[in-house]
């Protein structure tokens, strides 16, 4: 097996990743620090594939890494200039006469998160930087409880698991801190969570699925650089969720929904009730005339400060939504994730200079996060999850029982995933494994009415036949891991497919 070995890892090629990347790479200048190798890996094809988000950016950081962003052509161009909160019955609205204020977005920029990627991702490059694109990180590899690095996901295998003639083994990377940076719900860094107890002491962290569409829409319905936030319809009473529009250029707007995925009814479907939500005369009038493009989903880590994992150990530190940065009271991590990279960052190059990279060591991360405006802002909102859900129950705990079988129309997720770009070679090991289909075929469909074929909003599982038997379709899969997260007897086993497979989010 082939080794090769640098001094900084980093695991996921987002927005958290690519700053601690670009600030590290400068501090080392700064220090005179000569034969540091930085590396990234990323299991998208190209920069910004899987990156998904609303998004309204906070600016705040960016302008903190790269105080000349907009010079240097950052893809920012549609700064808000409207806010609106909105709470919805079936066919009228309420507007709230004052805006609270974390729905405040005044200096904020509405964007493609996926675009920031790219375009961070062509800084860091600038900076010396390696990136290895279609490069998943399938095992942390340990020393102990010291981490000291990650095997790579092999390509070429077939759908048994044999060698084709493209086989490549793979890869081990060691480095002397590796930084993990994968999002919501990274497969490397929920496993490093559970293998060492870093969520001891901590509230349960909880997930949101969001689904978004993006449409082209006519001149005379689009009023560029508005937002709004939605309550109420379609949702239930007692479903945390809510909607959002976000006017961009080119006569282009952002339609998304999110729902937590603590709710109870097994029928809940979130990408049909972005297709409610559609049919709200608000939005209907709006989409009228036009053509939708694009298509995603992602989860949201949204149990705030008190769910954050510990954040250091010997050998790692944990950045983004990986750590549990993000904002949810005002729907934004961008800024955050960024942030605690810097901070990343910071800390890392002090253990060059000491050549210490121990659990001691590398705490001083978490001393720089206190210390920091992102404490102060996840501090400001550390209850508002609580207040809606005291976290009592795991997300995959919750589903009531239903024992009756749902019958669904897949046309519109079908339709939607091909919006997505999703693409996967299809002669390789499923990545999606149950692990027991006694359970599936006899318990979950008596207990609740096999609820996987509406939680994932990519269609890759249905119920077929007479026998009414579970058939996966692990190409459609668009990396949003909610099936690990809410399958209600944890039986969802989701592995890093085949470098360079999943959505293509160029524009989301």
């Known amino acids: 097996m082939e080794q090769i070995e640098v001094d900084v890892l980093f695991v996921g090629a987002g927005p958290a990743s690519l700053a601690a990347a670009y600030r590290l790479s400068a501090l080392i200048k700064k220090n005179n620090l000569p034969n540091i190798s930085i ?34 052509g950052a893809p920012v161009d549609t700064p808000v200039k409207r806010d609106d909160v909105m709470f919805l019955t079936r066919n009228g609205k309420f507007t709230f006469p004052i805006l609270p204020p974390a729905f405040q ?28 694109f279609a490069t998943p990180g399938a095992e942390i590899l340990y020393d102990g409880e010291r981490v000291i690095g990650v095997r790579t996901a092999p ?44 969520s001891l002491g901590k509230k349960r962290q909880h997930f949101s699925l969001g689904v978004k569409e993006i449409w082209e829409i006519s001149r005379e319905n689009h009023e560029e650089a508005r937002v709004i936030h939605t309550l109420g319809f379609p949702l239930k009473f007692g479903t945390f969720g809510g909607g959002w529009i976000y006017q961009m250029k080119n006569n282009q707007v952002s339609i998304g929904f999110v729902v937590g995925l603590d709710y109870s009814n097994p029928d809940m479907d979130v990408q049909e009730e972005l297709q409610k939500y559609k049919t709200h005369p608000l939005i209907a009038k709006l989409l009228t005339g036009g053509k939708q493009i694009a298509y995603g989903a992602k989860t949201i880590s949204e149990g705030g400060y008190f769910s954050m994992p510990r954040l250091y150990g010997d050998g790692f530190l944990l950045i983004g939504e990986s750590g549990g940065f993000l904002n949810l009271a005002r729907l934004k991590g961008i800024h955050l994730a960024m942030k605690s990279g810097m901070l990343a960052a910071e800390t890392v190059v002090e253990s060059l200079r000491k050549n210490d ?41 919750t589903l009531r029982y239903q024992p009756r079988l749902s019958k669904r129309d897949r046309s519109n997720k079908l339709s939607d995933l091909y919006l997505s770009g999703v693409y996967h070679e299809e002669d390789q090991p499923s990545h999606i494994v149950i692990l027991d289909n006694n359970i599936c075929h006899m318990r979950c469909r008596q207990e609740y009415g096999n609820p996987c074929q509406n939680f994932c909003p990519a269609g890759v599982f249905e119920i077929v036949g007479d026998e009414k038997l579970l058939r996966l379709s692990p190409s459609n899969c668009v990396h949003c891991k909610t099936c690990q997260i809410k399958d209600p007897y944890q039986i969802v086993l989701w592995k890093v497919p085949e470098g360079g497979g999943g959505p293509r989010y160029k524009s989301m």
């Not at 299991?43 to 907009?70: T, Y």
């Not at 996926?114 to 600038?126: A, N, P, R, S, Y």
């Not at 793979?170 to 107890?197: C, H, M, W, Y």
């Open 155 to 198: 390509r070429g295998l077939n759908k048994s698991g044999e060698k084709k003639n493209n086989f490549q083994p793979e890869v081990d990377i060691k480095a002397k801190v590796t930084i993990l940076g994968e999002g919501a719900f990274g497969s490397l860094s929920q496993s490093l969570i559970q293998k060492l107890n870093l």
């Open 357 to 397: 990279f121990s659990k001691a060591a590398l705490s001083d991360y978490e001393k720089r996060f206190e210390a920091s405006w992102a404490k102060k802002e996840l501090w400001n909102s550390r209850y508002f999850y609580q207040i809606f859900n005291p976290g009592k129950k795991e997300d995959w705990q």
């Open 105 to 132: 977005n005044h200096g904020n920029f509405i964007l493609s998160a996926g675009k920031l990627t790219q375009w961070l991702g062509e800084q860091v490059q600038k900076m010396g930087v390696d990136i290895f």
């Open 39 to 72: 590396a990234i890996i990323e299991k998208s094809k190209e920069p910004g594939d899987h990156i998904l988000s609303g998004a309204v950016m906070d600016p705040s950081a960016l302008r903190e890494l790269i105080p000349d962003f907009i010079e240097r």
